[in-house]
C-alpha cells in the first residue's frame, strides 16, 4: 500500500509506482486498461472526494497482483456515494470536448468487478478487479 498527495500533479508518481509492478504473465492490453482505470480513479478521489479536504489528505493505493487477476484498491476519506446509482445516471453519449465526466464509465467498462464502500475511519474504498 502507498500514499499519494491529494493533488492531481502527483498522478505521474502514481503511474510510476504502478508501472513498477507489471509482470509479464499480464496481456499488455489489461496492463492498459488497468493503467488508464487507476489514473481516472486516482483523478475522480482528488477532483471529487477531496475537493472540500484538507491539503495534507492523501489518496491510498494498493495493488495486488494474483495469478488469474489484479485488484486496485483507491481509499478516500470523502463523502460515501452510491457507485451504482451514479453509473446510472451517468449519460450513454459524453461531450468529447468535456474535461470530466467520462471517468466512472472508463472505470466500469474496464472492470471486471468494481464496488465503493464505506469502510474504517471514515474512509471509502473503490475496488477493481480486472482478470486476465
Known sequence: MRQFPSDINALDKVLSWFEEMNRPFIPQKVWLQCQLA??????????????????????????????QYLEIRIW?????????????????????????????RILHQIAD?????????????LLLVKHY
Request: proline share 6%; net charge negative; aromatic share 6%.
Open 113 to 125: 468487478e468494481l464496488s465503493y464502500t464505506r469502510t474504517d475511519r471514515n474512509r471509502n474504498c
Open 76 to 104: 478516500d476519506f470523502g463523502l460515501p456515494f452510491d457507485l451504482e446509482k451514479q453509473l446510472k445516471n451517468v449519460p450513454e453519449t459524453v461531450n468529447e470536448k468535456a474535461e470530466g465526466g467520462r471517468g466512472l
Open 38 to 67: 487507476l489514473a481516472e480513479a486516482f483523478t475522480n478521489a482528488v477532483r471529487h472526494a477531496h475537493k472540500n479536504c484538507s491539503p495534507d489528505v492523501t489518496v491510498e493505493i494498493e495493488v495486488t497482483l494474483l495469478p
